[in-house]
């Protein structure tokens, strides 16, 4: 007799199930694994573009960074040639006002120079008629004209002449008296100074030609080239006295005067008013 195989049945102590229990049981657990097995397979695309993105952005951020440094480098360049830029500006409008000031200056010297050219010119045209002005006042003086022409003397019309030097005696009234100083200034309008003795000749010629000095109480005498400096006697070239014996002993303040009726000079108080003797070398004939 056919039996309809019955289900096996699995006996254990601890699991009891049959044949079907177990089908199903793997076809749940194949069904179980196909399901946990899809799910695990999608996410890996997901991690695999990951690391591009964030290499993406690490790459926008290192850009954007190198932007803002770069820019601000440029913004600090372009800051400091501005800068520079007006600095420059400035040097260039000082040297083109120095240059401006210096042209000026120099049209200024360039006026100058004109103007002393001129006046150089001009002195040297003077100084031209100046010299034959003198030169004929020279003639004139030394050798006037007379009825045989001109004769030439050693000495000026009005001077005396003795050995080498030409002496002017200014016998002049008590009115005009001058002092030593003022006397000095007045020869030194005559091309001359006051008279002054190289030899003992010269000083009894200057001694004998000082007139009527007993006239007038208030005259002591004549004024000569001689006074005290450093308490000493010098004539006015500078050189000393030599032959004490001529004059009095020195007092500071001091100057000589000749009188005739003296014979040696006398000192005087140069503020003292009194005549006075020119002299100068004479020319060669």
């Known amino acids: 007799m056919n039996r309809k195989p019955q289900g096996l049945v699995v006996q254990n102590p601890s699991v ?39 290499a993406c952005w690490l790459s926008l951020l290192l850009i954007m960074a190198l932007r803002i440094y770069f820019t601000s480098v440029m913004s600090d360049n372009n800051m400091r040639l501005t800068a520079e830029n007006l600095q420059l500006k400035e040097q260039n409008q000082n040297l083109t006002a120095e240059n401006l000031q210096l042209k000026e200056q120099n049209q200024d010297l360039e006026t100058e ?12 045209t003077k100084w031209t008629e100046l010299n034959v002005t003198r030169a004929q ?3 004139d003086n030394y050798c006037p004209k007379g009825n045989n022409g001109r004769q030439c003397r050693p000495c000026q019309d009005e001077w005396l002449n003795f050995q080498s030097s ?15 100083e003022e006397a000095r200034e007045n020869c030194s309008g005559n091309n001359s100074d006051l008279a002054a003795a190289v030899n003992e000749a010269d000083r009894e010629f200057i001694i004998s030609h000082s007139w009527n000095s007993w006239n007038d109480p208030s005259i002591k005498g004549y004024w000569i ?12 070239n500078g050189s000393d006295l030599i032959n004490s014996s ?10 000589a005067v000749s009188d005739d009726n003296q014979p040696r000079w006398k000192s005087a108080n140069c503020s003292d008013r009194n005549r006075w003797i020119c002299g100068k070398k004479a020319i060669t004939v």
């Open 137 to 139: 006042w020279s003639i």
């Open 166 to 180: 030409c002496f002017e005696v200014y016998d002049v009234a008590a009115s005009h008296l001058k002092t030593w």
């Open 246 to 255: 001529w004059v009095d002993a020195p007092t500071n303040g001091s100057c």
């Open 16 to 54: 009891c199930f049959s044949a079907e229990t177990l089908e199903e049981g793997a076809d749940y657990v194949n069904a179980a694994v196909r399901t946990v097995d899809q799910p695990e397979a999608s996410p890996a695309p997901k991690v695999r573009g990951l690391p591009a993105l964030a």
């Open 113 to 124: 120079k004109k103007n002393l050219t001129e006046q150089i010119l001009n002195m040297e």
């Open 225 to 236: 080239g001689l006074r005290v400096e450093g308490g000493q006697w010098k004539w006015i």
